[in-house]
């Protein structure tokens, strides 16, 4: 009698085992993978690419460098969301790889967070970098910051920066066409990254 309870036990156990197991590879099936980082954040590829988007009215995007590039070709995904041009640069923008959120105000310029999804997880610790570039002009205001993934990474984005590879300062005006890349690679699966793009209309 105790035997036949103990092999009862054993098989309930294993069955709760495999159905754990079975949970499990189902959630991890359905989490969007991020695409892997293809080039350089500093590739000077970067400010082409995001002014060919801000062109054709394009707002917002993400994967790899690659991803942009067949964006750039493909142009916007409607006639309509290219005539209503950019957004202002405040507001929630939400996509697979993570959410951005902005703010935006004569006094204190565009302070931005990107919070990434849980899809990034296996990524670990990440190296997570800012490009960005109000009217043709890329801001020198964020250092490449190494956090666990499920960090809040922020930033300031002041009214008047300083201007990269220049001694000059730069003061935001209204209308100004204001991009936002940032990029961020695992560091202990170097390949394993993403890219996340936001184009925004300077109008507090």
């Avoid at 296996?122 to 205001?141: D, T």
Wanted: aromatic share 8%.
């Amino acid at each position: 009698m105790k035997r036949h309870r103990h092999v009862r036990s054993a098989a309930a156990i294993a069955c709760g085992a495999a159905l754990l197991l079975t949970t499990t590879g189902a959630a991890e099936a359905q989490t969007p993978k991020p695409k892997p980082v293809v080039g350089s954040p500093a590739d000077a590829r970067v400010a082409a690419l995001l002014a060919k988007l801000r062109a054709q009215g394009i707002a917002q995007g993400e994967g790899s460098l690659a991803d942009l590039e067949r964006q750039v070709e493909n142009g916007p995904t409607s006639a309509v969301s290219a005539a209503r041009g950019l957004p202002k640069c405040r507001g929630t923008f939400r996509a697979v790889s993570g959410t951005v959120t902005l703010q935006e105000s004569m006094r204190h310029g565009i302070p931005w967070g990107v919070k990434l999804s849980a899809g990034n997880a296996p990524q670990g610790v990440v190296k997570f970098s800012a490009q960005i570039f109000a009217n043709k002009r890329e801001a020198n205001v964020y250092r490449t910051h190494k956090e666990l993934w499920s960090y809040h990474f922020h930033g300031p984005l002041p009214r008047t920066f300083d201007v990269k590879g220049s001694r000059k300062k730069y003061s935001m005006k209204r209308g100004d066409d204001v991009s936002f890349l940032w990029t961020w690679k695992s560091v202990s699966k170097p390949r394993s990254g993403g890219y996340r793009f936001v184009n925004c209309e300077f109008k507090p």
